[in-house]
Each structure stands twice: as C-alpha cells, then as structure tokens.
C-alpha cells in the first residue's frame, strides 16, 4: 500500500498540514521541521501529489526554458545545469527552441506561461520592448541579455574580449578581424563593442568583416573576408564559427596560427578538440544554468523583491594552439595597403616570384665536406632518414618562444626531417641567429651612423653556448640574419655549413638546405661581411644600387617589387 502524507506525519510527529508545508512551501516551517520531514518522507518513499500540492500552493512546480537553438553547442550545458537544478529543487523543467525566431520566441513564452511557474528566457532575440511585455505576462528570468526592470544572469561579454585584444597584442599582432554574430544578438553587440574599446586603447586596428549566422557555416562563410582584410588574427563572435573558420583557413592553405591566428568565445567542449586546439573565452555555461534557477525561485518565493536583480559571472581566457606570434608578412615594408597586399599574394604567379626572391636572399657562405666527401649541404630525401635534427634560435628576446615556433614551422614544412628536443641525441643541429643592432653615437658622417655589433651581454646572444653545440653535434648548419653579419666571424669556424638571410622567410631557408633551389653566393644589398666569399661567387639577388630585379604587377597596374623585403616598387 502507497505511504500517504497521514503516515509521514504520524512518523515525523507533526500534523500533515506541516508535512505539506514543509514539502512544498518550506519557507513556513523552521528548518530543523523541514529537515526531519523531508528525511522522513525520503525514508518511507513518499512522494507528493504534483497536482494536489498545485491546488494548495498555486503552482505547478514547472518552469519553461525557451533558448534560440538548440544545436548551438553553448545551450546544452546551460540546459543541463538549469535541468539539475531544477531536479535538485523539486521543479521540472519544459524546454522550447525558437529557431532564432523572435516571433516564435514570443509565442513560445506565452504558450509555456499557461503551464508554468515562470519562464527562463536564454539569450532572447526580441527587442526589449518585446521582452518587457513578455515579462508583464509571466514571471521572466533573463540569460545573457540583460532588459531593464528584469533579473537576468549575464556574463562579462567586455572583460572577455579585454583579455582577447591584450593577448593577441601580446603576441605582436596589430591588425585584428572581428566576424560578428547575429545582429539581434545582445551578446553580439556587447562583444563587438569590448572588441572595439579594447583595441582602441592599445591603439590597434580591427577590420569588422561583417555579421554572420552563428553556425559553422558562418564561420566558413567569412573566411575568404578575413583573408582579403589582411588581419594577422580574427575574433568570431563564438566557438562554433571559429570552428568553420578554421576549416576553410585549412582548405586554402593558410597556416593556423603560423599565417593567421583564431579565437573564438563561449569555451564549448569541441573548441579543445579541434585541430589546431582554438584559443577561447570560456563562458561559466553550467553555473550561469544553476544561477537562472535560483534567481527564478528567488523571485517565486518572493515576488515582493525587486525585479531588476542582475548578476553578471566572470569569464577567463583559455589560451590553445590557435594563436601565436605576428606570422612574417608576405609583403614586408612598407605594408600601407594589406587588403591589396593579400589580394597579390593569393595570385599564384606574383606569390612563386615573391618566393623566388625569397629563397634568392639566402647566401650559402660555406658548405664543407662531410662524411664520404660529400658537401653537408644539400640534405636529400634519401640522406634524410637518418638525420637526427636538433633546432635551437639565438635572438636578444623570446629566443625559447621563437625555438618552438621554428621547431613547429619546420615538423610541418618538411616532416621527412625527425626532430629531437636534446642535442645528446642528434646527428644534426640547425642554429638559427639573429643578433640586434646599435647605432654608433660617435659617429659624425655626413651618410649617416655606422652600424656596430652590440656585445654579448646586451644582445642575449650565447655565443659560449654557440660553440658548445658545434663541438656536441656532429654537423652543425649555421643560419645568421644578415642583419648583423660580424658576429660570423666568431661563431662560424666551427660550423659545417653557414647560411646567411636577410629579411627572408625560414621555409627558403630550409629549401636551401633541402637541395630544392640553389642558393646564390653573394650577400644581398652589398653587406660584405665576408668579402672571400662574395668574390668566390656571382649572383643575380639585387642590390640596393642594383634595382628591382624582380617587380610584377597586378590587375590595377600596381607595381609590387623586391627590394628590402617585399614592397611597393615605383616606376
């Protein structure tokens, strides 16, 4: 026989009218009563009439959910958390999808209202005189929107994109690309205004591409925007997008972050299982689920209080694999005209003549004989099976950063070469150098200051550890940036092959060392830094009084030329 609230009270001690009270209005009885009878009732199974308690309370211990989608991946961790909640609380929860329609939004609400206690309202696409009368008709609770004279529970759209903007500022980037979401969008419009305040005051730039439906899709459709608006990272609006960002960025080619960097917000689940794993803001969706719930009580326990209770949660960067340091630009300087820029670069033709002048840059000073009487140089496929590769870079900062960086570029560029993270264990070692400059402040000629090496305690260039490696490994590929060309002179005695690299990106180099073109043999822009070898050999790699060997144009008849870098030539 089913117990009946006649035999809860009788073990509890206390007439049924208290059991129901405790049960469903438990604000009427102290705690001490509540606890007993709930533990009761828990311990003889007994399990309260719904409708019978409805007619004694006026309530039906339900609450509506009405969220805009329910395959964005966000809303499903909000759905379980307002679900456990409710569990937890004695209500059930009913949940409704509005197909990001604001008409069926409102009538969803209206509908749900006849059936409920009151309405959870998630991310809502009405305006807010829409959402107003919604609350003048039912009790409303509000998530990520915030509706004056309604409680909601929001989250810091603007510190989000804040730590966004300081993060990738970090890294070097100064021109960043935002793919808005959905215009009726509260978070949307939030997002893109933190985006741009922050940006403003660190004095970057931000390309806006334009709004986009919040789905996979979306992302993939702005893809090809972001890439013309010459960004060096892009911001979508939330995860999802992103996601579809990355996969079009992979099927034309663009590096991820070597070439473009991507962040995307809200912190669902797949972002840390995509390939790069996405950088992102993650969003508190479970303790903003838990947070509407008890606001929603709050409000149904006391529908006295004031209604415009708000709580707004704290969000936190999670930094992936999708973002890194400002990638080499394809057009160096001057780069007055990005979108231009990129429109040249995606031009197979103008981008194998900008490679060519590339891998022309790159000056193979020495080459010796290594094993069987074979120069070092170049390492061929079948030579490259055994070859063990140790990677370390020597510049003034970030030298650690940088090493991982090249280590990474290099796995990706040529992964027939087998990278290892000790130099007790390769066979080969490739150095990359780069030393800084200073100006000569004794010098008073009329062309200008001379150019000088700094020492070794002001360029953070461990030339002790330079040699070190030389001595541990048996072939070693030195590259030193023709920035400075006099600390050769110290470090490439022991060395078996030297290279050396002006303004030129480290995939020419490594086609050098791979054998795929053949490297010219004098310095480029008449920098002697050893003289021997510039008479040894001839080349065709311009010089600053040499002219522009290699110039293109494009459609608009815009002249684009090798010179210091890539650039705008004149005619």
């Not at 969008?185 to 403003?200: D, E």
């Amino acid at each position: 026989m089913p117990t009946t609230i006649r035999d809860v009270a009788k073990a509890a001690g206390v007439s049924p009218a208290t059991v129901s009270r405790a049960l469903s209005m438990s604000e009427l009885v102290t705690p001490a009563t509540r606890e007993r009878v709930r533990a009761v009732a828990a311990r003889l199974g007994y399990a309260p009439n719904r409708a019978a308690r409805g007619l004694i309370t006026g309530r039906t211990g339900n609450v509506g959910l009405v969220v805009p989608d329910l395959l964005n991946p966000i809303f499903p961790s909000v759905i379980k958390a307002i679900q456990a909640r409710g569990r937890e609380t004695d209500y059930a929860v009913f949940i409704a999808d509005t197909d990001e329609n604001a008409a069926a939004e409102r009538d969803l609400v209206r509908a749900l209202a006849k059936q409920v206690d009151g309405v959870i309202l998630c991310a809502p696409r009405a305006d807010d005189a829409q959402v107003s009368q919604l609350a003048a008709e039912t009790e409303l609770v509000t998530v990520f929107r915030r509706v004056e004279g309604i409680p909601a529970i929001t989250v810091d759209d603007a510190d989000g994109t804040r730590q966004i903007v300081e993060h990738l500022a970090a890294l070097g980037h100064r021109r960043l690309a935002w793919v808005g979401g959905p215009p009726a969008s509260w978070s949307n419009r939030r997002r893109g205004a933190g985006l741009r305040a922050a940006t403003g005051r660190l004095g970057l730039e931000v390309a806006e591409v334009g709004q986009f439906p919040p789905y996979y899709d979306g992302g993939v459709a702005a893809a090809d925007l972001v890439l013309a608006f010459g960004a060096t990272a892009v911001v979508a609006y939330n995860d999802t997008m992103a996601l579809g960002l990355l996969a079009r960025l992979h099927a034309r080619g663009v590096r991820v972050p070597g070439e473009l960097s991507v962040v995307g917000i809200d912190g669902i689940p797949m972002a840390g299982m995509a390939h790069p794993a996405l950088t992102t803001v993650q969003v508190p969706a479970q303790a903003v689920g838990r947070a509407a719930v008890d606001l929603m009580l709050d409000r149904l326990r006391d529908p006295e209080q004031p209604a415009a209770h708000c709580r707004e949660l704290p969000v936190h960067l999670v930094v992936r694999d999708s973002t890194g340091s400002t990638p080499e630009k394809k057009f160096e300087d001057p780069y007055t005209d990005p979108a231009r820029a990129q429109r040249i670069a995606d031009d197979p033709a103008s981008q194998a003549r900008a490679d060519e002048a590339h891998r022309k840059s790159v000056v193979l000073l020495r080459n010796d004989e290594g094993r069987g009487g074979r120069p070092v140089l170049p390492v061929t496929d079948a030579q490259a099976d055994d070859v063990r590769l140790y990677v370390e870079v020597f510049q003034e900062r970030d030298s650690a950063a940088q090493t991982t960086a090249l280590r990474k570029l290099i796995s990706e560029y040529d992964p027939a070469l087998t990278l290892v993270d000790s130099p007790a264990d390769a066979t080969h070692a490739y150095l990359h150098v780069a030393p800084s400059l200073a100006w000569s402040e004794d010098d008073t000629e009329d062309d200008g200051p001379s150019i000088e090496l700094r020492k070794d305690s002001d360029t953070g260039i461990d030339s002790e550890r330079i040699l070190a490696l030389q001595k541990q490994i048996g072939t070693v590929v030195l590259n030193v940036n023709m920035v400075n060309p006099w600390l050769i002179h110290e470090i490439e005695p022991g060395a078996d092959a030297v290279l050396a690299t002006f303004h030129t990106t480290h995939e020419a180099a490594l086609d050098v060392i791979r054998g795929r073109f053949d490297p010219s043999g004098k310095l480029p822009f008449g920098i002697p830094a050893d003289l021997a070898a510039v008479e040894r050999n001839a080349s065709d790699v311009p010089s600053y009084d040499e002219g522009y060997d290699y110039a293109y144009r494009n459609a608009a008849g815009d002249r684009y030329s090798y010179g210091f870098g890539l650039g705008p030539g004149l005619d």
